[in-house]
């Protein structure tokens, strides 16, 4: 059969515009206008079955003249992963090849056209918008995306990330959803949501003349009181010829507006034979499969062709050129409810028997098996490998959960589980990953599966609300195992707690060290190194030896915990005040896991690196690290390593004294961050808003709460030295420069040894005051922490103007001034200004407006660089996840701000500014 008119598939009639959508219908057009000279967006049409959805997207469509039109829709018992986006992407794929390599590679992943690898969701994301950008390019694009609440989660998810990032391409994406706690809820991924509400009276009157002009006054009435408005209801209900039973036995009183609905659609299938019925109930449950396959199950059933062209001839079904589809989903709604299990699980075996697709078969066989069988159990940890290999991790997830479910033994159950918990976590589904691993709990006793069970619950603890697995329950599991590098690895974890601040107990911490310090490991294996990072989170007493031989244990094959290992590796260092070690050991996590293809813990390293180097003075670089972990971040899910972005970069803003900017990104839910490393930063943030500000009580107050993060307090603890001395209150610094000496005397670090010289400077008197600050510049002119320094010039310049040796001040202040204009420090800079000209002193500094580089983004700063070392526009898109085609735009905005017209003049800008590639100096 040839495929039916659009309206039929929209549930439609032959129709004049819809009544009551003239508003709606008019910000459509001005969308597909905009659309047309390159301004594009995403709206996402939202409202209940029948209300009128997807009359509107049609409406879009033939509004869209001259547009390439690429639609998919979602069918209400699911698809395999990426179906739906196949269907939408089909028409353009030979567009693929043009590419960046990896993006490109991630789409045939999906699609079950490469073996390469797990197509990362993110990178697939990237992969469509870009692969819907080179379309565009010959002609603007219409994008439908009908009941998006019934796409395929990995869809699902693509379509919300291309959603908001159309502004700039000739493509409008229009979306419609229904909404309801049944739903997942996609009004927050689209920049533009329009609500479909319920016609009045009066417009409800129109629909009706139209429909049924010759319906008795009484029935009208009878009809517009029992739609609520709803124009599908209007329509299904004047046409009925079951109206009188309908309407005149209290259906109102006992039905739902869909309920009422799906009665009258079954009184419409209540005239066709049982067979016919039948028929209809197979292509409902077979929606995901082909013509020839619904049709064939319907042999296996004992249906002929004529059962299934009765319901066509009724109107209720159409054959379309990918399967059947319903005339409203209403439709295959009521079919479904109102057959019974027995009937539904012979369908489902039918259908299960004639699939081509091995993943849809499982979902059928699933469907159709009631009891414990472990060939279908077996049959579905096949289609979890599939889908995960396919990047489909959500899928995975319920192929593993009915799997267990399937299990006729408790091993196969727990084992099942396990996996299904794991692949829930890195889904993004929290909620459903911690139920998965209490459900498994009490049934897994295998030593391995209680690993690696406990490996997903820490990972989950450490980066979700999800209140977990506890130090101290680690410290138990780990003296259960006979495995030695399992047993290490998890007592590291228990170490990584104490050193998060995640467990406080000095008694887990104690004994955590105790365990540690007896294990017998092999010397130069990687269970030592383990021991090492251990002993270095737990005991600062105990520092790593050598962090770049470490670093060496991590460089061979990648296993699943390495990212959060290489990351306790980070921090080792950092509590070792090695900054420069750590900034190599995030470096290289970074690295790593980006030929990996693991985003989601390049992410984290990028995060972790971007505090390191702000805290470390590279307060650039660590913006540009946090600008781009946030925008990954926020892309994949990851909340607390979004908020742990945000924090830095609100440091940076308030150094800057980008008040607003900094307020901004602090803007998060800080109960919701179970890290209390994201909550010191910000509170640094604040702190060093408020100096800024003279709110020096404040700043007191904000300071000293970075105390919920040992290690970022040693070093915001320096700031609290000036608010001190200005409110009198220096007794506060007494501990920290206990401890803070104790570090240094361990670890020789200048940097830390400049902070606390010039702290001390800061709250002495007399001649000790200018000893002090002598010894903090020495300390600081050897480890080249140039903003630090900056900062002592800065104070002892100051201290030199009131002593009146007004000479060597200008030396100090001019020496600051240079600096806090290169970092565009503003109110450091004003300051040193100010000081400089009262010492009688030139201000020579340069504007911040003049230097180029100095007003690229971040974003900007990344792709300049890459683009100066040589790489193509589609090379720097793989590396930093963008489309090519934005990667474009961020070079031509740079280009006009540093006045070149060639790629070759970038290496050049770069050396003259300083804003090449970083380093974190020693």
């Known amino acids: 059969m040839s495929q039916p008119p659009d309206h039929y598939l929209s549930g439609e009639s032959e129709r004049p515009s819809p009544v009551g959508r003239e508003g709606e219908l008019a910000r459509v057009r001005e969308m597909i206008a905009a659309a047309r000279i390159g301004n594009g967006g995403a709206v996402l049409l939202t409202g209940d079955a029948g209300i009128g959805k997807s009359t509107l997207l049609a409406e879009a469509r033939e509004a869209a003249h001259g547009f390439r039109v690429l639609r998919c829709h979602g069918v209400q018992n699911g698809c395999t992963g990426f179906a739906a986006l196949h269907q939408l992407l089909h028409p353009v794929m030979s567009g693929v090849e043009n ?77 419609t959803t229904r909404v309801g706690s049944t739903y997942k809820d996609w009004q927050d991924f689209f920049p533009e949501v329009m609500p479909l509400s319920p016609l009045s009276t009066d417009e409800s009157r129109v629909v009706l003349d139209r429909a049924a002009p010759h319906l008795e006054s009484r029935a009208r009435d009878l009809i517009i009181d029992q739609s609520y408005g709803n124009p599908l209801a209007l329509n299904e209900l004047s046409t009925n010829a079951n109206l009188p039973a309908l309407t005149l036995r209290g259906a109102p009183a006992r039905y739902s507006m869909t309920k ?119 049959e579905l940890d096949g289609a979890g490998k599939a889908a995960e290999a396919r990047g489909a991790v959500r899928e995975a997830t319920d192929a593993w959960l009915r799997a267990s479910e399937l ?145 060496e244990a ?54 972790g690196r971007g505090v390191l180097r702000v805290t470390a003075n590279a307060l650039t670089d660590g913006l540009a690290d946090s600008e781009q972990a946030l925008r990954l ?53 604040q702190g060093i808003l408020a100096v800024n500000e003279g709110r020096y009580e404040d700043a007191i107050a904000h300071l000293l709460n970075t105390s919920l993060d040992a290690q970022i307090a040693l070093w915001a603890y320096a700031d609290l030295a000036e608010p001190a001395a200005k409110t009198q209150n220096t007794e506060i610094l007494a501990q920290w420069f206990e401890e803070a000496s104790r570090v240094v005397a361990k670890t020789e670090s200048d940097h830390l040894r400049m902070l606390i010289d010039r702290s001390r400077a800061l709250v002495s008197e007399g001649d000790l005051t200018r000893e002090l600050f002598e010894s903090a510049i020495s300390s600081g002119e050897r480890c080249g922490a140039r903003f630090d320094l900056a900062r002592t010039h800065l104070h002892y310049g100051e201290w030199l103007r009131r002593e009146r040796h007004v000479v060597e001040a200008r030396t100090h202040l001019s020496a600051a001034l240079r600096v806090f204009d290169a970092e565009s420090t503003l109110p450091l ?56 085609r934005t990667v474009g735009a961020h070079l031509h905005r740079a280009f006009a701000k540093l006045g070149v017209n060639r790629r070759s003049q970038l290496a050049a800008i770069l050396v003259d500014t300083g804003a090449g590639h970083p380093t974190v100096a020693d």
């Open 554 to 607: 991590f460089t061979g094959h990648m296993r699943p915990t390495d990212g959060t290992l290489l990351n306790c590796l980070a921090f080792a260092a950092e509590s070792m005040a090695d900054l420069p070690g750590a900034d190599k050991v995030w470096s290289a996590e970074i690295e790593l896991f980006h030929r990996a293809g693991r985003v989601s813990d390049e992410t984290i390293g990028l995060s």
């Open 407 to 551: 299990s006729p033994t408790v091993s196969g159950q727990a084992r099942r589980l396990v996996r299904a918990a794991e692949a829930a976590r890195q889904a993004g589904a929290s909620a459903l990953a911690g139920e998965l691993i209490l459900r498994a709990r009490p049934l897994v006793k295998d030593e391995s599966l209680v690993v690696a069970l406990a490996r997903t619950e820490w990972l989950l603890t450490s980066t979700s609300s999800f209140a977990g697995i506890t130090a101290a329950e680690l410290l138990g599991i780990a003296g259960t195992l006979s495995n030695r590098e399992d047993r290490t690895e998890v007592l590291v974890w228990v170490a990584a707690m104490c050193y998060l601040g995640q467990e406080p107990s000095a008694v887990v911490r104690s004994q955590v060290i105790d365990e540690l310090v007896r294990l017998d490991v092999e010397v130069g294996g990687r269970d030592e190194v383990l021991r090492q990072i251990g002993l270095a989170l737990a005991d600062p007493e105990r520092p790593i030896s050598d962090v770049g031989k470490a670093l």
């Open 829 to 884: 800079a004003d300051r040193a200004s100010q000081e400089l000209r009262a010492a009688g002193g030139v201000d020579a500094r340069r504007r911040a407006e003049d230097e180029g580089t100095r007003q690229l983004s971040g974003q900007e700063l990344i792709v300049v660089r890459l683009a100066a070392d040589g790489l193509s526009n589609k090379e720097i898109a793989d590396r930093i996840y963008l489309s090519h």
């Open 99 to 175: 590419l960046p390599a990896r993006q490109s590679e991630a789409l045939k992943v999906a699609f079950g056209l490469s073996e390469a690898g797990p197509s990362e969701r993110l990178i697939a994301s990237i992969a469509t918008l870009g692969l819907l950008e080179e379309a565009a390019e010959h002609q603007p694009l219409l994008v439908t995306v009908d009941d998006l609440h019934w796409v395929d989660q990995p869809t699902a998810e693509i379509v919300g990330f291309v959603a908001g990032r159309l502004a700039s391409a000739p493509i409008l994406l229009i979306a």
């Open 633 to 685: 971040s926020d892309d994949l899910g990851m909340k607390v390593v979004s908020m742990l972005a945000s924090a830095n970069i609100a440091r940076v803003r308030a150094w800057r004294g980008e008040a607003d900017a900094a307020t901004s990104a602090l803007n998060f839910d800080r109960d919701a961050s179970p890290a209390p490393r994201v909550i010191a930063i910000g509170e640094w943030a």
């Open 260 to 378: 009422r609905l799906e009665q009258a659609f079954l009184a419409e299938a209540a005239q066709l034979p049982a067979s016919s019925r039948l028929a209809m109930l197979v292509v409902a449950a077979g929606e995901d499969l082909s013509y020839p396959e619904i049709f064939a199950a319907g042999q296996a059933l004992g249906l002929s062709a004529e059962d299934f062209a009765a319901p066509e001839r009724a109107g209720l079904v159409a054959e379309t050129a990918d399967g059947y589809r319903f005339r409203h989903p209403l439709v295959s709604s009521a079919i479904h409810e109102d057959s019974d299990s027995v009937t539904h699980r012979q369908v489902h075996e039918a259908l299960a028997s004639v699939a081509r697709n091995p993943e849809r078969a499982w979902r059928h066989r699933a469907a159709a098996t009631i009891s414990p069988d472990e060939e279908v159990a077996q």
